[in-house]
Every structure is written in structure tokens, then in C-alpha cells.
């Protein structure tokens, strides 16, 4: 279903026009260069481009969160990519949180490490200026740099084994992931009002440390994705029937944010819609007999986009779906991990549904600005279809994430050729996510080798265990 044997962008768009789908595309890749204005307290912050590199996780932190030589390096890449945002992958707010042993996560004991951090990315940044003549620098300089901020909720693992704090009981993602249900716990309102002050902590640090932003990650089924579906969550504050109450730790959040650290850009990656329909997920309303959401009611979305607004967020990254459950609603796949199931639908609809979505989303909020996602799935056509989109006003910026771990200077390639190398991209054959699944660092397996080395010795090692349990 998910095979990819495009000869040519016009090959791809009559399977398009054949599904009958709604999407844009265009050679008209120079908008992706223009800069755009981000409103802040005292003015603006000038984004030189419309490319953004999502928070892609490489879990080759220390055991105490710390960057390492690998996460050095990514950034260094990330840093002479030329994307206009730069969104650090997921760092943990509290140790529990961590979805990885090897997860980042910063504290006051290693702030100075993810200070050089920074100072590698910049360096990186430097590299591609001094490298290039006065038309790279005018649209590469001075990109947003944002730390995403993370509690793995569900599917917490800060050790060997997985201890799950729900939000709320779930016995369907509970089987998915082969979780026994009585392991873990579901955490208490008292948990969450502490856990905002952890919040509250590391937004500090991370100003500190000389980011430009923070994202309260809320997407993908992590513990602030899955309080917004949190019906079922009886006799508290943070979750139930009404949207105020289930938003209520996100805003809260936010809006003391925005007071205390004037100069931070507060920002959120949230998801357009969950795999599970309500009362178990955000505003998806029907599932097809595949799992696949088919009707969704954004009211709850809008409503929450609306307060975030008010309390000073402009900048909103959108995503969907959970990447351990029918990963293909959110990342379109040629390959499913470990040769799993085939997507059931090909992966244009996957697209054409997060697409729909924030058309309307941005047709409703057109005072945010927004970023896009799912385009790795096109290979060398992503930026066409991306500008196709931006033209068309369905959002403002087009974020590439495992894109930029296949083929990271991307963004500078296309602005210097007009187009990008076929034998550079991503071709969705998710053995970055195996990397992650089997406990290893992670990274493009078939483009650096790097990590093709670390693959073939890791999934030996796997496959060594799984014959002897």
C-alpha cells in the first residue's frame, strides 16, 4: 500500500486526481524561502524561512540526560541544515517522565552542557554562512531554536522496564502495547500540580540555557496529549467532560509561562486528532472498522487554540495520531517497523486527512501561525507539496522530521538548486523507529553510517534475545 515508484511529480499527482483528493502542489518552491514575522511582547521575531525540523529523539542522552557526542553531532547537522526552526527533540521535565533511559532530559546539575549544546548548533549555523555568499545568509540567519518539553505519561520507561502513569486507564492501548493493565499507576491531581512546578523549573533552565522557545509537548498520546482526551478521568481538575477542565494543565501552564519568562517563546506541538475515538481521544468522533478516524469534531481544538491564544502563544506546531498505534494516521510509511501490518489505506489519504484538517484549523485561527507536517512520505516532491499547501494558505511553515534525519542540509540544497537529491531523502522504511523500538540510539540507518553500523549490531543483539525468551 505504502510503495513509493514515483518517476516524476506528475506521476504522483495522477494517483492524486485518481483518489480524488484535495491537495496542491507547485514548482514554485520560492516561497518556501520567504521570512515570516512571529509576533512577541516587545515586537517580532523574524523566521528567515518557512522549513522547520520537527523534534526528532536520537536517545543517546546519558543515564542522567546529559548530550553526548551523537547528539553533538545531530545538532552540528542541524545547525548547518538552514531550517528556520530548529525544534530540540523531546527532553524530560522529571526523571519518571523520561520514555527512554536514554531520553534527555536538563537540571540544574547539567544546564551547562545543554548551553553547549547550543554553542554547537550555532557553530553549525556559523559553518553554512561563512560557507555560502550573501543570498544563503539572508535566508539562513538567525533561526528559532525551540526545546521541546516532555512527559512520556503512558509510556514512561526511565529504566529497563516500562512503568506507565496514565492520565487514565485505557485497556486498548494498554494490549496494544502489551502492558499488563495493573502495572504503572494513573496519576493523581496532586502529581499534576507538582509536575507543573517541574515544568515551571525547567522552562527556567531552558531559558537559561539560551533557547529561543519552549514546546509543552501535547501530541502523540504523551501524558498532556492524553489529559485533552481525558474524559474518563472522574473527580478532578484536570480531566472530564468539559474542555476547561481536561486543557486545564496545559493552560495553566502556559499561561504562568508567558508571565514569568517574558523574553520565551511558548509554543505547543498538539495533535489535530487522536487514534481513539471519544470518550478515549481528542476530537476524533468515528473510527472505521481499520481504526482509522473518519469523523472528528475540532470544537474542543478550537477552543483551546483560542484560550492559548489569549494568553500569548502565536506559534503552533500540529501533528496527529500516537507512533505506537496505527503509526501510519501521522507518519506514512513504505515500510512498516519490523515489517509490520501494512498501512490499510495508501499513504496520499494518511496525508490528504492531516491536511483537510489544518486547512481548517488555520482557516479558523489565521492569527496563529502555523506549521505543517507529514511530507517525508513525498522523498524529493515534499517541498512542492508543501509549498503547494502554503500557497493555498493551509499553513504557514513545513516541518520535516525524519527528512532531517536522513538528509539534514535539505533546506540549503533546495534554495541553491531548486530542487532536492533523490539519493539523499528519507524513504519511510521506519528502521529509525526499530532503532528506537529495540532500546538503541537512533538515526538514519540507510543514509549515515553511523548509524548503519549501530543497527546491524543492535538488531543482532534483538533478535539474539527473542530467540531465547
Same mark, same amino acid.
Given at each position: ?33 520567504? *521570512?515570516? $514575522? @512571529?509576533? %512577541? ?9 518557512? =522549513?522547520?525540523?520537527?523534534?526528532? /529523539? #536520537? ?41 527512554? *533511559?536514554? $531520553? @534527555?532530559? %536538563? ?9 553547549? =549544546?547550543?554553542?554547537?548548533?550555532? /557553530? #553549525? ?345
Amino acid at each position: 500500500m505504502g510503495n513509493f515508484s514515483y518517476k516524476t511529480i506528475e506521476d504522483l499527482h495522477k494517483d492524486v486526481k485518481k483518489y480524488n483528493l484535495d491537495l496542491a502542489f507547485t514548482d514554485e518552491i520560492s516561497l518556501l524561502f520567504q *521570512p515570516i $514575522q @512571529l509576533p %512577541i511582547r516587545n515586537g517580532a521575531h523574524g523566521i528567515p524561512n518557512r =522549513l522547520a525540523i520537527h523534534p526528532m /529523539e #536520537g536517545f543517546d542522552a546519558t543515564e542522567t540526560g546529559d548530550p553526548t557526542q551523537l547528539t553533538h553531532d545531530r545538532y552540528m547537522r542541524f545547525g548547518k541544515s538552514g531550517a528556520g526552526i530548529v525544534w530540540f527533540e523531546a527532553t524530560a521535565v522529571v526523571p519518571e517522565g523520561r520514555s527512554n *533511559p536514554h $531520553q @534527555l532530559m %536538563i537540571s540544574d546539575q547539567n544546564i551547562a552542557k545543554f548551553k553547549g =549544546l547550543i554553542k554547537t548548533f550555532d /557553530e #553549525g549555523r556559523s559553518q553554512l554562512l561563512d560557507q555560502n555568499d550573501t543570498s544563503v545568509k539572508v535566508h539562513f540567519q538567525n533561526p528559532l531554536k525551540i526545546l521541546q518539553l516532555t512527559h512520556s505519561g503512558r509510556y514512561s520507561k526511565p529504566g529497563s522496564e516500562r512503568y506507565p502513569l496514565r492520565a487514565k486507564l485505557n485497556s486498548e492501548l494498554d494490549t496494544a502495547m502489551h502492558i499488563p493493565p495493573e502495572s504503572g499507576e494513573v496519576v493523581t491531581d496532586e502529581y499534576l500540580d507538582n509536575l507543573q512546578e517541574n515544568y515551571f523549573d525547567v522552562i527556567g533552565l531552558a531559558n537559561e540555557a539560551g533557547f529561543d522557545g519552549v514546546d509543552i509537548k501535547s501530541c502523540h498520546g504523551y501524558l498532556v496529549s492524553e489529559l485533552l482526551g481525558a474524559y474518563t478521568r472522574s473527580s478532578s481538575l484536570y480531566g472530564g467532560e468539559l474542555i476547561e477542565q481536561r486543557g486545564k494543565f496545559l493552560l495553566d501552564i502556559v499561561k504562568r509561562a508567558n508571565k514569568e519568562f517574558s523574553d520565551l517563546i511558548i509554543t505547543l506541538r498538539i495533535n489535530l486528532f487522536d487514534v481513539l475515538a471519544q470518550p478515549n481521544g481528542f476530537t476524533t468522533k468515528k473510527l472505521d472498522e481499520n481504526g482509522t478516524p473518519v469523523a472528528f469534531d475540532l470544537e474542543d481544538l478550537h477552543v483551546i487554540l483560542d484560550q492559548l491564544y489569549t494568553h500569548g502563544v502565536r506559534l503552533v506546531s500540529f501533528s496527529a495520531g500516537n507512533p505506537y498505534f496505527h503509526p501510519y494516521l501521522s507518519r506514512p510509511f513504505v515500510q512498516n517497523a519490523f515489517n509490520g501490518p501494512d498501512s490499510p489505506e495508501h499513504p496520499l489519504f494518511s496525508y490528504a486527512r492531516i491536511i483537510g484538517l489544518l486547512r481548517e484549523v488555520h482557516r479558523y485561527h489565521p492569527q496563529l501561525i502555523t506549521i505543517g507536517t507529514a511530507y517525508s512520505w513525498f522523498r524529493q516532491y515534499g517541498p512542492n507539496f508543501a509549498a503547494g499547501e502554503i500557497a493555498r494558505n493551509s499553513f504557514d511553515i513545513a516541518g520535516f522530521g525524519r527528512m532531517a534525519f536522513a538528509y539534514p542540509q535539505f533546506p540549503v540544497d533546495l534554495f541553491k538548486n531548486g530542487i532536492i537529491d533523490s539519493r539523499q531523502v528519507c524513504i519511510a522504511c521506519s528502521k529509525c523507529s526499530e532503532l528506537m523500538r529495540i532500546g538503541s540510539v537512533t538515526g538514519c540507518v540507510i543514509r549515515n553510517n553511523t548509524y548503519s553500523k549501530i543497527y546491524k549490531e543492535a538488531y543482532t543483539e534483538f533478535q539474539s534475545k527473542k530467540k531465547k525468551e
